[in-house]
């Protein structure tokens, strides 16, 4: 009898079944026991669903394993009496938060489906847009567009404000605010589509009013209206053409506001022109408009030495060199001639040296002074130059409108000339050479010069344009000398050259 009631006893320790618990052993004996998700008793059943938890406190509020009627704290599955936290899948007592399926006891928050217990999207709890809430006099109904305002109905004021006042659907433009400064223009925004400009704004050197103050600074004004005030370093305010990077002119003024006059435009003579204007700024006798002297120096800076002392139009003054101002065809550097005179104004005449040593030269005949075998022997037959037939030659231009003078002509393009001097002959059959000069030596035209060919060519200009419809012409004397070593001769033909002014 003392075993067996022994091993009922160690088998009541492990759950022996039909045995009785110690009051000690059952679940819920302890605080917490409920709730911890152990079988403390053994037997089988977890905290709420054991019956000895089913009075505990921790087991009160619903028909579920949670806390209430339900899986989740009260009917349902969440914290109340549905399933979400009352009588609905939400918060409260229906499916959104009340009885509805919002926040409140409808589908948007209270009773109904606006967010109170109406539908006039007010925040009241009827259904009435009749009542005026702000007391303005205007009810929603009436159109109060903000019937928590009292200041906003239909007809209102308009303030700025950035609101609409007066209900009429539009925000009058002069309180918007273009520019997004933050100011509008019924602000004292001076300039609404210029951010930097709004009262307060600070102050920029931009020749404007930028703090809408009704002035703007001295040191930004633009009297002369050239974009720069003097906080821009106009150093001339009141000259429009003077400015920071203006373009320098020869005025003897500091037109960019450098800080001085470029180095040209200083009189370093004191002759009253600028270097800019003075072809030597350091003579204080030459100038624009000095009377010019024969000195081969351009006084008067029209860029012509000695205008209007060289009578033969060779190019040469007889102030300097040309030995013979009355004939173009002597002067430095012509080609010296067989003629006892000095053509090269070197100042030697026909210097024309022996170069082979023959005790010849060319002008005492020996037509090869490179040879001292080749001397002009027995009497010599002199030859007789032809340079041709007296000639006109026609050419012309096509004149142009100019959009201040009317219709003009250009100056009409040099002319190519054939020179012939095959008819010259010699009668003791010697070989010629030939010396062609023109006179005058204008533009274009000079001295052609060929020892072998009798056939050469230049060109000859007539000065200046011809007037529409009219012509200009130039007269020129072509001079052939012919020439056998021994002797020589001279022929003349005359070429007039005559342009047309097409209209």
Do not use: K
Not at 145 to 169: K, T
Not at 350 to 366: K, R, T
Not at 388 to 400: E, I, L, M, P, R
């Amino acid at each position: 009898m003392r075993i067996l009631s022994a091993f009922c006893v160690m088998t009541l320790l492990v759950g022996c079944p039909g045995a009785g618990l110690l009051p000690s052993d059952a679940e819920g004996d302890d605080p917490g026991e409920c709730t911890d998700g152990a079988d403390n008793d053994l037997d089988g059943q977890f905290d709420c669903d054991d019956p000895t938890c089913a009075n505990s406190p921790d087991c009160q509020g619903d028909d579920d394993n949670v806390v209430d009627d339900d899986d989740s704290g009260d009917d349902d599955d969440v914290v109340d009496d549905d399933d979400f936290g009352d009588d609905d899948d939400v918060v409260d007592d229906d499916d959104s938060g009340d009885d509805d399926d919002v926040v409140d006891d409808d589908d948007s928050g209270d009773d109904d489906d606006s967010g109170d217990d109406d539908d006039d999207v007010v925040g009241d709890d009827d259904d009435d847009d009749t009542l005026d809430d702000d007391g303005d006099g205007w009810s929603v109904g009436d159109g109060d567009c903000d019937d928590f305002d009292p200041a906003v109905y239909p007809g209102a004021p308009e303030v700025c404000n950035g609101a609409d006042d007066n209900c009429d659907g539009a925000l009058p433009p002069s309180e918007a605010d273009f520019d997004g400064d933050g100011v509008p223009a019924c602000a004292g925004d001076c300039a609404d589509n210029d951010p930097s400009r709004y009262p307060g704004a600070p102050e920029l050197c931009d020749t404007l009013d930028n703090d809408c103050d009704g002035v703007v600074p001295l040191d930004e004004a633009d009297p002369d209206g050239d974009g720069y005030g003097a906080c821009a370093n106009d150093c001339e305010p009141n000259d429009p053409t003077i400015y920071p990077g203006a373009v320098e002119a020869c005025n003897g003024l500091d037109d960019d506001c450098s800080g001085a006059p470029d180095i040209d435009e200083y009189d370093v003579d004191v002759d009253t022109f600028l270097g800019c204007e003075d072809c030597d700024d350091v003579d204080p006798s030459i100038y624009p408009g000095a009377v010019e002297t024969c000195n081969g120096i351009d006084d008067d800076c029209d860029g012509v030495p000695d205008n209007g002392f060289d009578l033969d139009g060779d190019g040469y003054s007889p102030c300097i060199d040309d030995c013979n101002d009355a004939d173009a065809t002597i002067h430095p550097g012509a080609i010296e001639v067989c003629n006892g005179i000095d053509d090269d104004c070197d100042p030697s005449t026909d210097e024309n040296a022996d170069e082979d040593g023959d005790g010849l030269s060319p002008c005492d005949g020996d037509c090869q002074d490179d040879d001292p075998l080749t001397v002009p022997i027995g009497p010599n037959s002199g030859p007789v130059a032809d340079a041709g037939a007296d000639t006109t030659v026609y050419t012309s231009v096509q004149c142009v409108p100019d959009a201040y003078a009317g219709t003009v002509c250009p100056p009409c393009a040099p002319v190519s000339v054939m020179l012939d001097a095959s008819g010259s002959i010699d009668p003791d059959g010697d070989p010629l050479g030939y010396l062609w000069t023109v006179a005058p030596a204008g533009p274009g035209s000079g001295y052609v010069i060929d020892p072998t060919l009798p056939q050469a060519s230049t060109t000859l200009s007539v000065d200046g344009a011809p007037p529409v419809g009219g012509t200009s012409s130039g007269i020129f004397v072509l001079s052939l000398t012919a020439n056998d070593c021994l002797a020589s001769d001279t022929a003349f033909r005359v070429v007039q050259v005559v342009c047309d002014g097409l209209p």
